[in-house]
């Protein structure tokens, strides 16, 4: 069986995508799988620069065909931040804890109509052979007043998204990974690698 590496230790991410790409007959192993312990620095512009650039490290180290992802919180009355910033918003190896009461702070003024964000990520496969292609997922929302659920990682429970009135972190895993900014980019993805497979 072919092998697809997730070039992440965050767990989180790792239990989406595999989720997501169960019905594909690739052997999915994440960096902790392979007890690859490296850090990448993501010091790109865009999540897209930086998900390629870890795609390419770990593509490089292991010679297998390697997905990475960059994805983050946009809040528009933020200019658009925390943006490729949002792990460490509240500073290096900040918990989510702390991005999220940071997140909070700056818009303690701001009026329910003006919190609109959306998460976004961006996904790059890069190929042994030096090939790579990128796909983007968008997911629209806004942000709580205060955190809401227990449920996902990050900015999950400030997050509620467009078309229901509950935060990611208080909606079930399965609704999640249907219409999340990561599944949307997965999806696209799965095209990519289904029609492959037929090849």
Do not use: W
């Not at 019905?23 to 620095?41: E, T, V």
């Not at 297998?64 to 983050?72: E, I």
């Not at 700056?106 to 496969?125: D, S, W």
């Not at 509950?166 to 990974?177: E, G, N």
């Amino acid at each position: 069986m072919k092998k697809l590496i997730i070039a992440t230790r965050n767990n989180g991410k790792v239990k989406e995508i595999k989720a997501l790409l169960r019905p594909l007959s690739y052997d999915i192993l994440s960096l902790g799988d392979l007890n690859i312990d490296i850090d990448i620095p993501e010091d790109g512009t865009t999540f897209e620069e930086n998900a390629v650039k870890k795609a390419r490290e770990i593509c490089r180290l292991t010679g297998h065909l390697t997905l990475a992802d960059d994805s983050g919180l946009e809040v528009f009355a933020l200019n658009n931040a925390p943006g490729v910033h949002s792990a460490r918003f509240a500073g290096e190896g900040a918990s989510d804890e702390q991005n999220n009461r940071k997140l909070l702070t700056l818009m303690k003024n701001i009026q329910k109509e003006k919190r609109q964000a959306r998460f976004r990520c961006c996904m790059a496969l890069y190929y042994p052979e030096g090939k790579y292609i990128t796909v983007e997922g968008i997911c629209n929302g806004s942000i709580a007043f205060e955190p809401g659920g227990s449920n996902g990682f990050g900015y999950d429970p400030l997050f509620i998204v467009e078309g229901y009135d509950k935060t990611f972190a208080q909606l079930p895993s399965h609704v999640k990974d249907t219409i999340s900014h990561r599944a949307k980019a997965l999806q696209k993805l799965m095209h990519i690698l289904a029609k492959e497979q037929e090849v």
